[in-house]
């Protein structure tokens, strides 16, 4: 049974709008949440990452936001640039735990 | 400045055959892990390694031996393959197991 989930299989964004991806989870032993993203032919690279003590964390043009009590979070890029085009992970773990669980992916096309 | 090297990038195997794939860090990480992506199913954990000498298994271990003989490497064997085993794998390595990964390119390996 997928954790996390990505429902959102695909994005896409105009250069210089905003783009916004979501994740919903479904363990609320989750405490730490970590944003991925994927290259064709590269391993995931580490983004951006949230506490579950806060309720946002700002990297430059990267912001994520995470709502507890729905189990969600999102984030967001602005602007979009056409180098951001890439698959974004959404993963998850617990204080103490030996896993990240990791969503499926979006694929994210900022169009120029 | 190297990170997290995999090696093969790519692999046939006929159905029955062993190997290895090889993972080496060089940032003295003590957390290392091996994750299988497959379409539609995000990255699964299938080894961990909290440190020289302790391994432990993840969601998908069934099929694949581990070892860890030093901080820096830590090869995933394949006993037996099966067509099932076709994916895509990533080694990654992080100073502790709740931290932010480093993954490596990754393997890809066709099972025929």
């Known amino acids: 049974d997928q954790q996390v989930k990505q429902n959102s299989p695909s994005l896409s964004v105009q250069e210089g709008r905003i783009s916004i991806l979501n994740c919903d989870y479904t363990n609320s032993m989750f405490d730490y949440f970590l944003w991925y993203k994927k290259y064709p032919a590269e391993g995931p690279t580490f983004l951006i990452s949230i506490s579950s003590i806060k309720d946002k964390n700002e990297d430059g043009r990267f912001t994520v936001f995470l709502n507890k009590s729905a189990k969600h979070l999102s984030l967001h890029i602005v602007p979009s640039q056409p180098g951001d085009s890439a698959v974004y992970f959404c993963a998850a773990s617990s204080t103490g735990a030996n896993n990240l669980f990791f969503g499926t992916g979006t694929r994210l096309t900022v169009i120029p | 400045n190297a990170g997290v090297t995999q090696t093969p990038k790519f692999q046939v195997l006929k159905t029955g055959q062993s190997m290895t794939l090889q993972c080496a860090q060089d940032?003295?990480?003590?957390?290392m892990s091996w994750y299988r992506q497959d379409p539609g199913m995000g990255l699964r954990l299938i080894h961990y390694?909290?440190?020289?000498?302790?391994?432990d298994q993840g969601e998908v271990p069934n099929g694949y031996n581990v070892s860890r003989s030093t901080t820096e490497d830590f090869p995933l064997r394949l006993l037996s393959a099966a067509p099932s085993q076709t994916s895509v794998y990533f080694c990654?390595?992080?100073?502790?197991?709740?931290?932010?990964?480093?993954f490596g390119q990754g393997t890809r390996l066709t099972v025929v």
């Open positions: 390694s909290v440190g020289a000498g302790i391994t």
């Open positions: 990654a390595s992080a100073p502790q197991q709740d931290t932010e990964a480093f």
């Open positions: 940032m003295n990480h003590e957390y």
